[in-house]
């Protein structure tokens, strides 16, 4: 449990035993910010990972935890800064992305490599990116168009051969299911996969775009109304309506931009391998260890 009385607690994860070094660099790095750190309970372990936790007397800006990031990683630690107020049995609901989240590809990639086309998606990808294209829906629909014509086969092909869960997905979802969270899959991905991916890990609910198919091809075209950030964030709501609690007591997890929204007022947001913008936003930055360390951070 974490204790009202700080500003913040600090937790490391590791694959590895915490080094020492670790905790001494990191007090010693915080008393030169001008905060203290205290240790709470000293380091545990679930057999796959290794955490340590310190109480802070003050919250840290944006420079100051990539800087103590930055300490953590020198010893193979991922460092995450959690809300002083949040406890344990207050988390009800998980949500997370899929593409390179959850999985360890962006399905659209791997499809349109099939007929070619994986540049030129990457390229719309990059526009969007930079600026050039406004809003995740003009460049999804833009990526799909370039898909016209591709045999459904291929979604078979990528699902089988190039989609993997990522180390702990399976892990987290188990302890997720037993600890009666409603696990919640949103993607600005394909129904084709978050629907498989929901049977195979057991998610209570998946939300996704449906790519159009005719006579057994993509027709270039997504049905419905597409899954963006906004809709990712507004399928969360309802799932915390629905369980009487607000985001506070859900955990997110996201890699790119258009999880922040979902992400931002949760819990406990992690970002997964993620793009820096999302590491300087979340609560907890996973580069080392698995999706499923995120139940140590709820261990009580």
């Excluded at 905790?23 to 010693?28: A, C, E, I, N, T």
């Excluded at 993607?187 to 998610?203: A, I, V, W």
Aim: proline share 1%.
């Amino acid at each position: 449990m974490i204790k009202t009385m700080s500003k913040l607690t600090l937790v490391a994860l590791s694959r590895e035993p915490i080094s020492e070094k670790l905790v001494f660099s990191l007090k010693d790095q915080a008393i030169k910010l001008g905060v203290t750190l205290h240790t709470e309970g000293g380091q545990i372990s679930n057999g796959a990972y290794y955490s340590e936790r310190w109480e802070s007397n003050q919250s840290f800006d944006v420079s100051q935890r990539e800087n103590l990031r930055a300490i953590a990683a020198q010893f193979n630690s991922d460092l995450c800064f959690l809300k002083a107020d949040l406890q344990a049995s207050d988390i009800k609901v998980l949500a997370m992305d899929m593409d390179s989240t959850l999985i360890n590809i962006e399905c659209i990639d791997e499809i349109a490599d099939f007929i070619g086309k994986k540049a030129a998606v990457a390229q719309i990808t990059e526009a969007t990116m930079r600026g050039e294209i406004k809003g995740f829906e003009e460049s999804l629909r833009r990526r799909v168009a370039l898909l016209e014509g591709v045999s459904a086969d291929a979604l078979e092909a990528v699902y089988r051969e190039r989609l993997r869960p990522n180390l702990g997905a399976a892990e987290l979802l188990a302890g997720a299911n037993q600890r009666g969270f409603y696990t919640l899959l949103v993607s600005g991905g394909f129904t084709f996969f978050t629907e498989k991916l929901r049977q195979q890990l057991g998610f209570k609910q998946a939300q996704a775009n449906t790519l159009e198919i005719i006579n057994g091809k993509l027709t270039g075209k997504v049905l419905g109304e597409i899954v963006d950030g906004v809709a990712k964030a507004s399928y969360l709501d309802e799932a915390c309506r629905l369980l009487g609690c607000s985001r506070a007591s859900a955990i997110t997890i996201g890699d790119g931009a258009n999880d922040l929204l979902m992400m931002n007022g949760s819990g406990i947001s992690i970002a997964y391998k993620a793009k820096p913008i999302v590491k300087e936003k979340a609560d907890a930055a996973f580069d080392r260890v698995g999706l499923d360390a995120a139940l140590l951070l709820i261990s009580e």
